[in-house]
């Protein structure tokens, strides 16, 4: 997608504090973030890190325009004087990035409380693009993983992504059709997310094509005349095992003429019989090439229950649940500030509190190890990387301990910017996709993964929680 300025994409209250940390002479304070998720998203066991590649457009086009300033400037207050002096508003507009950003490559599995994000900068521009970066890897991220999820499901078979009409909106659409692709999906209908992203696409025709003709035999001639190369038809609209009969005569000509019919979808009725009826005429017909398409509201759930009922489906047309990740419309990523240092002084680490324990969060400087052995993951560590003599044991979630080894360790977090520059070389979305099923892959047939802290980090967390008691 074009590259444009998301500053003022954001919630006024990072403003307001914003301007809180520059009047109280907190402006040359660092600061260090971690942008994390606390459940998987659809009761699931896995999620996949998405959207990295819009934070790094967002972050290399950071800057307060003259028509940005003027607007602020117009704000007002509750008493009905300008809502930020005018020398704050000078500050903003001559601020430049220069945090350092550290990431998950999209398409890495994570889980709960890992840090898929960590901003270390000065304290007002890491509270600034809190609201743009949960923003971008939210979505993308939840639309990411229902792919992977149905994908999964469909064992193999090419999953198709259908839902730009019942998207959020023109955006929504296009970041859904990237997350599905990245997420596993084979191609997208979305023809604009196809040309700015690299997308196959595919399509056909609709009902109202077979409506717009007297007969549905003859929609389907003038479909094959117009796109001998390209004909899937649609065989729902009057009545589904005639229409596969009409598609087959079709398909007959289509072959006279040094051409093959690709396939035939279905879009209501029951599927798994349909789907088994005309597998048997196609093959009957000696079409056993041709591909059988499902579409009507289909999802990881659904799939697999026509898998177990024997469906003849080969192609999953997925729209609605997938791209408005139906049964779950937000991942829930929070951002939290986990240490701050004034200058001259050393890192002071911060938690948050509360009765929900698992909404207390994690100090210091983070960052996740994965543990492999025999290049199977075994186990996800969290650490603290300004401790200089990490322990080699894991205390889970559950409160297990888990020892393990630095032979075989992979740190998820790698730098993105530093210092504001982009050092960091976006794979193709491809390679992403590619990534995506790499890691399905590793972690399909793993249950319960073991994930927690490191031994002094754990420490350290209780020690902050008792401090604060």
Known sequence: MKSFNLTLLTDLYQLTMANGYWKNGMNQHEAVFH???????????????????YVIEYLQNLKFEVDDIQYLGNLKANDGKPLFEESFLNYLQRMEFSCDIDAVPEGTVVFPHQPLIRVKGPLIQVQLIETTLLNLIN???LIATKSARICQAAKGDSVLEFGLRRAQGPHGGLMASRAAYIGGCHATSNVLAGKLYQIPIKGTHAHSWVMCFDEELESFEAYAKAMPNNCVFLVDTFNTIEGVKKAISVGKKLRDKGYEMTGIRLDSGDLAALSIQARKLLDEANFKNAVIIASNDLDEYRIQTLKEQGAKITVWG??????????????????????????????????????????????????????????????????????????????????????FSENEIQKLLVPIFKKGKLIYKNPSIHEMRKHTLEQVFLFHNIKNYPAGLEKKLHQLKLKLINKKK
């Open 139 to 141: 979505f993308s991220s």
């Open 318 to 403: 997925v729209g609605t649940r997938l791209s408005t990740a139906y049964d779950q419309p937000a991942l829930g990523g929070v951002y939290k500030l986990a240490a701050v240092k004034a200058p001259q002084e050393d890192w002071k680490f911060k938690i948050k509190l509360s009765e929900q324990i698992i909404k207390v969060s994690n100090p210091g400087i983070l960052n996740t190890i994965r543990v492999f052995k025999n290049h199977i993951p075994q186990m996800d560590v969290i650490i603290n990387e300004i401790e200089k003599n990490n322990s080699l044991t894991m205390i889970s979630f559950s409160e297990k301990e888990y020892s």
């Open 35 to 53: 942008l994390f998720f606390r459940k998987h998203p659809f009761k699931g066991s896995y999620t996949i890190a998405c959207g990295l590649e």
